[in-house]
């Protein structure tokens, strides 16, 4: 069949945020849907923004509630989200509770007053809240529920309405149920509780007609309703930027020259290393560097705010109170502890699509673990990849940091075994030397191009960090302790302070 | 039972209420004590709402309320269809207009409760559109 020559299918708006995205688009117009899962984890509110984003008084909403939550008390409770609109009542959204029918006069009753009520409104969307009550008073005939749900399917369709049955089910009763094989789409909502955190996750197990993101979606629920967070983070089918040759600094010259010329342009990089190294500080010279290059700038922070971030970072001659000022950088604090990676995403994408930010840093990944929810940190390391990935496609460079535990007889690149995820990736360190303990960089990885070798000693001063010459004469460095090689060779570094000094 | 007195706006709603309802023309309901009228409009958007037990429920709290306010509404009670009897015998039409005022006020003040000042004023002036608060 030519393209021209298929139907078309609109697509409704969800009223959702994110779940558009999710389906492929929005619902498809007169398809017949289920809303499943457990009690209180958002099917109602759902099914209640759907409506009230699409229900008109020419094409109005009908929702029936049977033997769930009685519809007063499903007002009074909607109404307290900011999506419910009380104009439309009884103009365009229309209450009927269809309890006293079933108990008098079963499902027979039930498919008889729908029937009228749709005859006599022309509704575009219907809901029956919950269908698990309805089915579950004839649950020992299985003919007579298929019976039932095939005309009313046929009603509904052929009326032209989108509909929506409401029902707690459980996973396990997907298997040869009538109901879900006659659905063209099927919304499975889950909510559980890991220590003391709420995970709300959604999946679209089936939609017939258009493709969905597949897989498990986080959602949240609140004052607005819901709100959905697409695993593709929205930038699914948009079509990756081809890598640049330019390199962005880092702000300072000795490193820049360390990378091959600074940070290739869309690159993810990791800077590794134990608590006091600098890592934070590095982060922050490569946001201010970007900055004095007209490069709008992100800077997501776990464990400091950001008044604290900006005053830090003034301590050593870094202003970020003018750009943040002047709207060319934003600092995002995320601090609450059940979020997930997702909706973390979503925020750091609004402001990246918000300042056209070019340069993020992400302070620290661990800071960022410890924010999610603990259902979310076993994904911590597939989540991080999808983040990454979908950022830099679209030209954002990162800067991430990572607190490593140090250790005296080898060097770990990473907690997370995370460094094939990144570009490059640049490990600082303590070591030990003539009683004292020191600092040093190196650059172990440049995914596009060649990086210097040096293992070269940096301090951290008023004016940020500083980068000594290469630290020669000594073996095992990267141990931590270093034993004293070649006598005849220099035994330490000069800085570029020292230096300045002398 | 200790009474709750519904609060001045909706006692002087229920009240304009009654009286926009007696001042229509409907002969069909000349014999029919105003409240009951009053009650029997709104039954039909309850009923579809909450069902016809649940406007049933609805009726008999506020009457139960009513009741404590004003003791000459003993004698009335809620068939089970969820209509009124016991409304010819309320006394002097002084104490019978007080009695209809809060029995009226006092389902116009459960709405409130549950579903809000907004949502209640929206089902009566579906049930009364030239009505206006």
């Known amino acids: ?502 | 039972m200790k009474g709750r007195t519904p609060s001045p706006k909706i006692r002087e709603l229920a009240q304009r209420l009654l009286a926009y309802e007696a001042a229509s023309d409907n002969l069909s309901d000349s014999n029919m004590p105003t409240v009951l009228r009053v009650s029997e409009k709104l039954r039909r958007p309850l009923s579809t709402l909450v069902g016809s037990s649940g406007f049933r429920s609805l009726l008999a709290r506020a009457l139960t309320l009513a009741k404590a306010q004003v003791p000459g509404l003993s004698a009335v009670e809620i068939k089970p269809d969820g209509s009124l009897e016991g409304l010819h015998d309320l006394g002097n039409p002084g104490q019978s207009a007080e009695a209809g005022i809060m029995l009226t006020a006092q389902l116009l003040g459960l709405l409130v409760t549950f579903i809000g000042e907004g949502l209640m004023l929206s089902l009566v002036f579906d049930e009364w559109p030239e009505f206006r608060a």
């Open chain 1, 1 to 502: 069949m030519i393209p021209q020559d298929r139907v078309k299918i609109n697509k409704l708006p969800t009223g959702v945020p994110g779940l558009d995205e999710i389906l492929g688009g929005g619902l498809p117009e007169f398809s017949f849907n289920i809303i499943a899962g457990a009690p209180g984890c958002g099917k109602t509110t759902l099914a209640h923004q759907f409506i009230f984003a699409n229900a008109t008084p020419e094409r109005p909403a009908l929702y029936f509630t049977v033997l769930g939550e009685p519809a007063l008390k499903m007002l009074r409770y909607q109404q307290q989200y900011t999506f419910f609109d009380a104009s439309k009542l009884n103009r365009s959204v229309h209450f009927i509770n269809l309890s006293q029918v079933l108990l008098e006069r079963g499902l027979t009753g039930i498919l008889e007053e729908i029937t009228k009520e749709v005859e006599a409104a022309n509704p575009g969307i219907v809901v029956v809240d919950s269908f698990r009550t309805v089915v579950r008073k004839v649950l020992e005939n299985e003919v007579q529920i298929q019976g039932f749900v095939q005309q009313l399917g046929l009603l509904l369709t052929s009326w032209e309405a989108t509909t929506f049955l409401i029902g707690e089910y459980v996973e396990s009763e997907l298997r040869d149920n009538p109901i879900f094989t006659v659905a063209d789409g099927l919304f499975w909502l889950y909510q559980t509780v890991e220590r003391n955190s709420v995970v709300r996750k959604l999946q679209i197990m089936k939609l017939r007609g258009q493709a969905s993101v597949p897989g498990m979606h986080t959602f949240r629920i609140t004052d607005h309703g819901l709100q959905a967070f697409s695993r593709t983070l929205g930038l699914a089918g948009r079509k990756n930027k081809a890598p640049g040759a330019k390199r962005l600094s880092m702000g300072i010259p000795e490193l820049d020259e360390m990378l091959g010329g600074g940070i290739p342009e869309g690159d993810s990089l990791l800077i590794a290393g134990s608590s006091g190294t600098g890592k934070s500080l590095l982060a922050t010279q490569f946001i201010a560097a970007g900055l004095r290059e007209g490069q709008p700038g992100i800077v997501a922070v776990f464990e400091e705010r950001p008044e604290e971030y900006a005053a830090r970072a003034t301590s050593f001659g870094l202003d970020l109170n003018t750009p943040m000022k002047d709207g060319n950088l934003e600092v995002i604090y995320l601090r609450p502890l059940d979020l997930s990676v997702d909706e973390t995403m979503q925020e750091i994408l609004d402001a990246i699509k918000k300042k056209g930010a070019k340069r993020l840093v992400i302070d620290s990944l661990a800071g960022f673990e410890m924010a999610l929810a603990p259902g979310f940190r076993t994904d911590f390391r597939e989540s991080l990849y999808r983040m990454i990935y979908s950022l830099t496609g679209i030209g954002v460079t990162i800067l991430s940091t990572v607190e490593m535990e140090e250790s005296f007889t080898e060097l770990l690149f990473s907690t997370y075994s995370i460094s094939f995820l990144t570009d490059d990736i640049i490990r600082l360190r303590y070591v030990e030397i003539e009683g004292q303990l020191r600092k040093v960089l190196m650059v172990v990885k440049m995914r596009r191009g060649a990086h210097s070798s040096d293992i070269r000693e940096y301090e951290i001063t008023s004016q940020g960090v500083i980068i000594g010459e290469r630290l020669t004469g000594y073996d095992r460095l990267i141990t931590g302790i270093p034993r004293l090689g070649d006598e005849s060779a220099p035994k330490k570094s000069s800085s570029r302070r020292q230096a300045a000094e002398r």
